[in-house]
């Protein structure tokens, strides 16, 4: 009994059946679909999402920019200007009018860290045998200049405290120059006494040229001398008097 090829059809339409002797004469390929699979992780990241923002928690899903003065340098941000540092260091230590500085820039510009470094080099060069007179400079430029202050005000000078406080740190420059000179000639008592008044006069009038101004009128001399009493002393702590 010779056997027929037969065809069946699937009713889903999707395959068809042949059989074994039509078989061999096909040929062909099954190509793989793109197969995604989600477990539920997108959902799960939304609905924290959601849960947080209702909760008012959305700020911890915020990502900070790089903001860029995050990147600025290290002077700049500690406020530091040394070209500044240098031309006022350039306006006490050369007082002189004649020499064109503008010198009320010390006065009215006031920095903080200038005036500290030269207050704390003065203390590095006094520790000669005296450490604890590094904080006693210090403490004495502050309160000094706060009382050069307060008299300024009380006597009408249109001051502010941080203008005095720069004033007097950036004077101390004179005293400093004139240490190593001191040094060398210590042994010639009556050169190293002119010396050092020398060095005074030159403190106190840098700051009193910049801190007393037309306003004291008659009254100069009231702030003039409290200035020069103070350089005086500063100087008494580096020599140990």
């Avoid at 000639?185 to 050092?196: C, D, N, P, S």
Wanted: glycine residues 8%; aromatic residues 14%; negative net charge.
């Amino acid at each position: 009994m010779q056997q027929q090829a037969q065809h069946f059809s699937p009713t889903n339409g999707d395959f068809t059946f042949v059989s074994s002797t039509d078989a061999e004469e096909l040929s062909g390929s099954i190509e793989s679909p793109d197969v995604k699979v989600n477990v539920g992780g997108d959902s799960k990241d939304a609905s924290a999402t959601k849960f947080l923002r209702q909760r008012g928690y959305g700020w911890l899903l915020e990502v900070e920019e790089d903001d860029p003065e995050d990147t600025k340098p290290l002077l700049e941000e500690l406020d530091i200007d040394l070209k500044d540092i240098y031309y006022k260091i350039r306006c006490v230590l050369m007082p002189m009018p004649s020499l064109g500085f503008n010198r009320q820039v010390v006065r009215d510009n006031p920095d903080f860290w200038g005036p500290l470094a030269v207050v704390l080099f003065f203390s590095m060069i006094s520790l000669y045998g005296q450490f604890r007179v590094v904080s006693w400079i210090i403490t004495i430029w502050i309160f000094g200049s706060l009382t050069i202050f307060l008299l300024a005000r009380v006597l009408g000078g249109e001051v502010s405290y941080g203008q005095v406080l720069g004033v007097i740190g950036y004077s101390l420059l004179p005293l400093i120059v004139i240490a190593p000179l001191l040094l060398v000639i210590g042994g010639f008592e009556v050169v190293a006494t002119l010396i050092k008044l020398f060095g005074v006069f030159w403190a106190a009038y840098s700051a009193a040229s910049l801190l007393v101004g037309d306003e004291f009128k008659t009254k100069k001399p009231l702030l003039i001398y409290p200035i020069f009493l103070l350089y005086i002393y500063f100087l008494s702590l580096y020599t140990g008097v």
